[in-house]
């Protein structure tokens, strides 16, 4: 627990662990209003020890507010390209949703449903990522994480010293074609020209902690680099098998007014599905970018 002082009156921020490696709720902490300047410290420490951190009941923090709070962490956000999709106002955040207005979506509704972490693609990661749910269906719709941190501490000896040297590669065009795959060599040009394939460590040592940890990015566009095919193929999905094992995993079941905030550089997470015909569902996304894999 700790105690931070907010316009007058004591903050006592408590952290409750989730599951034995992933996951701890934070209580004490009202997002609707501004908050000290060394809770970002705080906060940042504490996601970079469990993965994901979960805050209760934030339903009166508007749009700005979640921007503001987001801010506390970095000062470069991710501005979607698909500007439709975000926020009318703030567009800073995207919004993940299957409500449509006025004959148009209001957010992309398919989002995150392999593997993956967050903008993994890029040369400058995602550091944070922060989820705000306003409307939740009722069953399903999970978000999974897994902490690659402990995930990495308890491989053989013999694989970590295969694994320690080498590289991903990233490739965004790769993963577009697994998602459109009837795209036009035109198409595919002008995303290989918008995103560049990268290269980053596949074992990451966090900047922070000095953990080391698996760093995979995302099942439709990253692979081992600098083996056979076959090979590179099999052992990203050994690995991936191993990180999300139950063991190392927190699910969560979203509510009305919760806020996830989850550190990317050692984790890896994915959206389930839900009944989308039956069930509204809203989320609003805002990414933080700040770390250079090394």
């Known amino acids: 627990m700790a105690g931070l002082e907010q316009r007058g009156a004591t903050l006592e921020i408590s952290f409750r662990k989730l599951t034995r490696h992933t996951g701890a709720e934070v209580t004490g902490v009202d997002l609707s209003k501004p908050l000290p300047p060394r809770v970002s410290s705080l906060l940042a420490d504490a996601c970079a020890e469990h993965i994901v ?21 970095g000062d470069e956000l991710e501005l979607h390209r698909q500007r439709h999709l975000c926020h009318p106002e703030h567009h800073e955040i995207f919004v993940v949703s299957n409500v449509v ?3 148009k979506p209001i957010g992309g509704s398919r989002v995150g449903l392999n593997w993956h972490t967050d903008h993994y693609h890029l040369e400058i990661p995602a550091r944070f990522t922060f989820l705000h749910a306003v409307e939740a269906p009722p ?6 994480y897994a902490n690659g941190y402990a995930a990495y501490d308890d491989l053989p000896d013999a694989t970590k010293r295969r694994i320690d040297n080498l590289k991903v590669h990233h490739s965004r065009t790769r993963m577009f ?17 918008l995103m560049p394939d990268v290269w980053h460590p596949l074992v990451r040592t966090h900047p922070t902690t000095g953990r080391r940890g698996l760093y995979l ?16 193929g099999q052992l990203f999905h050994e690995l991936l098998d191993h990180m999300i094992q139950d063991k ?3 699910t969560h079941r979203w509510q009305a007014g919760d806020v996830l905030m989850s550190d990317n550089r050692g984790s890896i997470h994915r959206a389930r599905e839900w009944d989308e015909a039956r069930h509204r ?14």
């Open 101 to 103: 207005e006025n004959g």
């Open 139 to 144: 069953v399903l719709g999970e978000t999974r």
């Open 53 to 73: 951190l979960l805050f209760r009941n934030q339903q009166a923090m508007g749009p700005a507010r979640f921007v503001d709070f987001a801010k506390l962490f």
């Open 248 to 250: 190392y995993l927190y």
């Open 177 to 193: 074609l697994k998602i459109l795959p009837e795209a036009t060599p035109e198409e595919v040009e002008n995303e290989r020209r």
């Open 217 to 232: 990015g995302g099942e439709a566009g990253s692979m081992i680099d600098g083996l056979p095919t076959d090979e590179a």
């Open 281 to 294: 569902r809203i989320l609003w996304r805002v990414t933080v970018f700040g770390d250079r894999p090394f």
